[in-house]
């Protein structure tokens, strides 16, 4: 029996598949996914509260390790104060969100009840994620996706490694490179290099310029007032060309503005 049992190891080493030598990193916006989840799902326990969020989060993360397959999952969530930076420089940062209703469901009679639930299904999503083979990870006055921003550029260090960031926010979409995807859960896509320029016309490195230019509504930043795609790219045709700089746009604008 026990020459049997080595017999069987032995035929399982020689003929097992390797490991694959590369890690596939998936970075989710934790508060990105909740508030999808939240106010897309009314479901309630059998106490009458409020717990889309809380569950539509878990199966949310479940179908996207199924579809990803990673090898390490981290769960970014803002930190606390972690906007304060950002609305120094521009008071108007944000400043449309969190002013209205979530949802229009019945089960809550008002804005604070609504805000209340949200931070108690928060705290239970986090405790919850600390039983769970993923990272967590907050940092006081840093927001998501500066971490996520630094993951992504940091994690990823062989040639065959990617990182792939979740997230319904386009601003993800300038970190995008050759080890950098972006799944966007709403559409249900992964943007690649090729995606962006084919989406909108310019590559990922002059995506920020491009919402410089644009503007921002859901962050509350003007852009160029009358500047239009179309205005945009005949104006600055180099965005679709090339990587730009700052200054390289500030020149131009000077020229052409």
């Known amino acids: 029996m026990k020459k049997d049992l080595l017999n069987l190891l032995d035929n399982i080493q020689e003929t097992g598949e390797e490991l694959p030598q590369f890690e596939r990193y998936m970075l989710v916006d934790g508060l990105n996914l909740f508030f ?5 799902i009314n479901a309630v326990n059998p106490k009458g509260a409020h717990v889309g969020g809380l569950g539509g989060f878990f199966r949310s993360l479940g179908f996207l390790i199924r579809q990803i ?3 390490k999952v981290f769960v970014v969530f803002d930190g606390m104060g972690s906007s304060n930076n950002r609305k120094n420089l521009i008071p108007e940062y944000k400043a449309n969100r969190n002013t209205s209703r979530v949802t229009n469901w019945d089960v809550f009679d008002n804005l604070e009840e609504e805000d209340e639930s949200k931070v108690d299904q928060i705290v239970r999503i986090i405790q919850y994620l600390k039983t769970l083979p993923v990272r967590t990870i907050s940092i006081d006055k ?8 630094y993951l992504s550029e940091t994690l990823p260090t062989k040639p065959n490694d990617r990182a792939f960031i979740v997230s319904s926010d386009k601003d993800y979409l300038q970190l995008v490179s050759d080890q950098v ?3 966007r859960p709403i559409e249900k896509e992964f943007y690649t290099e090729q995606t962006v320029k084919d989406k909108f016309n310019v590559s990922p490195n002059n ?11 859901s962050d509350g930043i003007p852009g160029i007032k009358g500047l239009g795609l179309k205005k945009l790219y005949k104006l600055f045709p180099e965005l679709t060309k090339e990587n730009m700089s700052l200054d ?6 000077e020229a052409k503005l």
């Open 36 to 40: 999808r989840n939240f106010s897309a």
């Open 69 to 71: 397959q990673p090898t």
């Open 142 to 149: 840093v927001e998501a996706d500066d971490i996520i921003a």
């Open 181 to 183: 995807v972006v799944y």
């Open 207 to 217: 995506f920020l310029l491009y919402k410089l230019l644009m503007g921002d509504n």
């Open 248 to 253: 390289d746009l500030l020149d131009l604008s």
